[in-house]
């Protein structure tokens, strides 16, 4: 596999926002949002087999004790694992890693654009799946068979730059019946970037939407970029 990072950090954007998480970056994607803010998992990445990545995992999930880890697993500091990018599904080892995570106790999170598959995936990997809205410069990319198979564990969510793409957001979840189907459906306004090459989202303007069409959606904040500076990698 072709692994970007694998680092310990805040989930930030999902109902597990806020629980310490251990996040395996696979290095590619086919898409290019005009907001992606992980455009360095495009490229270059390091070539690691399932065993090395699961080691490197184990070894970021112990607690430390007296400057050592210990590597059994009701001593884990962390135990729950985030599969992202770049697009994790476009490398097919990411289903056999998920499941050998699962099989190791671990608690599964993947994020993918939506744009792929989610089949082949394990029931029990939790699935975070993007509808793309209009204004990300990748409508239209959502595999709509998705849908039928996506269940009551899992998340769908917006990334909203624009009232266009809040409407697009609304209207595609009442259409669906998304707040049905899943878990729970997220609504992110884009966070800016810092160096200035795309605008933010107000985060108020989206509240007051949502409140004002009286909307069931959870408003989702990237937890990571308040906590350390918006571009910070690793986090
Ligand atoms: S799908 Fe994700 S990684 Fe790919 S371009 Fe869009 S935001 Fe970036």
């Not at 005009?34 to 998992?41: G, I, L, M, V």
């Not at 112990?62 to 985030?82: H, M, N, Q, Y």
């Not at 998340?155 to 809040?166: A, L, P, T």
């Amino acid at each position: 596999m072709i692994i970007t990072e694998i680092f310990r950090s805040i989930q930030g954007e999902s109902t597990h926002a806020g629980l310490p998480c251990i996040f395996v970056r696979l290095t590619g994607c086919n898409l290019r949002c005009t907001w992606c803010d992980t455009a360095y998992a495009f490229h270059g990445g390091t070539k690691m087999s399932i065993e090395d990545i699961l080691a490197r995992v184990e070894d970021l999930s112990a607690v430390a004790k007296d400057g050592e880890s210990t590597k059994e697993t009701s001593a884990r500091a962390i135990s729950l694992v985030e599969l992202t990018g770049g697009e994790p599904l476009l490398q097919p080892d990411a289903i056999p890693l998920a499941k050998r995570l699962l099989d190791g106790g671990y608690t599964v999170l993947i994020e993918t654009s939506g744009e792929r598959s989610i089949a082949q995936l394990p029931r029990e990997v939790i699935k975070i799946v993007d509808v793309k809205c209009p204004d990300s410069g990748e409508p239209d990319t959502f595999h709509m068979e998705n849908l039928d198979v996506i269940g009551d564990r899992d998340e769908i969510k917006f990334v909203i730059s624009s009232r266009r793409d809040y409407e697009f957001a609304r209207d595609f979840t009442r259409k669906h019946g998304l707040l049905e189907r899943v878990h729970q459906v997220l609504f992110s306004p884009v966070h800016a970037d810092p160096e200035g090459t795309w605008p933010g989202m107000s985060a108020r303007d989206v509240a007051e939407w949502i409140l004002a069409d009286g909307l069931p959606v959870r408003l989702g904040l990237q937890l990571h970029k308040f906590i350390w500076h918006p571009a910070t990698r690793g986090v």
